[in-house]
């Protein structure tokens, strides 16, 4: 019974068929893998690593010996190792002076 359609798909018929599926679904698997892999090139240029960050800056004149070997130390250590993580803007590494406790006035 052919429901009024006339004709029938041939073995090679359905080889073919079976073939541009599977052509079809590894040209899609291929251009997703290498879209990924682009936008990873792409992301891991963005940002340089901290230590060339770090070296730089040292060059420049930015930060002193000192200042280069504790920040160093500070990437080196293990994650949780150091309680006081380096201030942007305290360039000489010297802890603050904790304010003053306010009395009450007469």
């Known amino acids: 019974m052919t429901l009024g359609y006339g004709h029938h798909v041939s073995g090679w018929g359905w080889f073919t068929m079976s073939a541009g599926v599977i052509l079809l679904w590894v040209l ?3 251009i997703a893998v290498r879209l990924n892999r682009s936008q990873e090139h792409v992301r891991s240029r963005a940002t340089p690593p901290a230590e060339d960050v770090l070296t730089e800056r040292a060059a420049q004149g930015e930060i ?24 942007i803007n305290d360039a000489g590494g010297a802890s603050r002076k904790p304010a003053e406790p306010r009395t009450p006035g007469p």
């Open 28 to 30: 899609i698997m291929t």
């Open 64 to 87: 002193d010996q000192a200042e280069f070997r504790r920040r160093l130390d500070a990437l080196h250590a293990p994650p949780g190792a150091s309680a006081r993580r380096p201030d």
